[in-house]
């Protein structure tokens, strides 16, 4: 129990020291990279090669 006590604050330690800003950033960015390459990768591909849609995705 002491020892999940000591866990549950050294997690808080490192959420309450975390700078959230900057954590939001580096996620938003992937995740609108993520988005963008789909999205041109599986247009460009299908057109060019004739395959489905998100062949080089998977």
Not at 33 to 54: C, E, H, P, Q, R
């Amino acid at each position: 129990m002491l020892n999940k006590l000591f866990n549950y604050f050294s997690y808080y330690k490192w959420w309450k020291n975390l700078d959230k800003f900057i954590l939001s950033l580096i996620i938003t960015l992937f995740l609108i990279g993520l988005f963008f390459s789909l999205v041109s990768t599986s247009l460009i591909a299908s057109d060019k090669l004739d395959t489905n849609n998100y062949f080089f995705f998977l």
